[in-house]
């Protein structure tokens, strides 16, 4: 069974600056980013493979950068300009196959969040 456990979300003002971490108990093909908001369904925000490609969602497109480190089994997304819409739990998740979606369900493996929470 895959380990993911996040860190470094907190509470920022807007227009700030976060970096969250996710570690990994294995190196995974496919990693990614997803948050969800009170009341709002989980969504995709970031996704790479072990190669270093990436997908973004739209929203986050220029703000939200997904990064990885295989030697480490670590996966980081830098967060800047935060907004008060960015307000969240973030998710870190993987999966073993294909790495071209930004849907929920087609990942295997998930950590138990960090929370964001942006305050204008």
């Known amino acids: 069974q895959v380990q993911l456990v996040e860190s470094g979300g907190g509470a920022v003002q807007s227009g700030g600056s976060l970096r969250l971490s996710c570690v990994a108990s294995e190196i995974i093909y496919c990693m990614g980013w997803f948050r969800q908001a009170p009341g709002k369904e989980r969504e995709g925000v970031a996704i790479?493979?072990?190669?270093?490609?990436?997908l973004y969602a739209g929203s986050v497109k220029g703000r939200f950068t997904i990064s990885r480190d295989n030697a480490k089994n670590t996966l980081y997304l830098q967060i800047h300009s935060l907004k008060p819409e960015d307000t969240a739990m973030y998710y870190c998740a993987a999966r073993g196959g294909g790495c071209s979606s930004l849907d929920a369900p087609a990942y295997d493996y998930w950590g138990q969040g960090t929370r964001v929470t942006v305050s204008s």
């Open positions: 790479i493979n072990d190669a270093g490609t990436t």
